[in-house]
């Protein structure tokens, strides 16, 4: 599966951006999908992750309430609408595909799919 993230820019604190993953490949396999990030001298850290079905989403206490991911399967694609960006959510956002059948995970091993990443810079 590859995975290309797109929709990252320089956005003012406050306002928004949304985030696209579009996934080819092997893409007919049920794959949970999450978000995570790396800021500048900072590990990668988690930020949002939802079930193949949509159904089931959750969420870094950082983000809760500001950041919705979402998905459209018979697009390939998952998305993070980012809003309130604050200049700590400075990062590079990377999309991963998870083939574990179950609740979404916020740990990066679960992960077999990674994108190059997109970078969102927030300024104050």
């Known amino acids: 599966v590859q995975l290309v993230e797109s929709g990252g820019g320089l956005v003012q604190a406050g306002g928004s951006l949304r985030l696209s993953c579009a996934a080819a490949?092997?893409?007919?396999?049920?794959?949970?999908m999450g978000w995570f990030r790396q800021a500048p001298g900072k590990e990668r850290e988690f930020v949002a992750a939802?079930?193949?079905?949509?159904?089931?989403?959750t969420y870094a206490d950082s983000v809760k309430g500001r950041f919705f991911i979402s998905r459209d399967n018979a697009k390939n694609t998952v998305y993070l609408q980012m809003n309130s960006l604050k200049p700590e959510d400075t990062a590079v956002y990377y999309c991963?595909?998870?083939?574990?059948?179950?609740?979404?995970?916020?740990?990066?091993?679960?992960?077999?799919?990674w994108g190059q990443g997109t970078q969102v810079t927030v300024s104050s």
């Open positions: 991963a595909a998870d083939p574990t059948y179950g609740s979404p995970s916020i740990l990066e091993i679960d992960y077999d799919y």
């Open positions: 490949g092997r893409t007919g396999r049920s794959y949970a």
């Open positions: 939802i079930t193949w079905s949509g159904g089931t989403s």
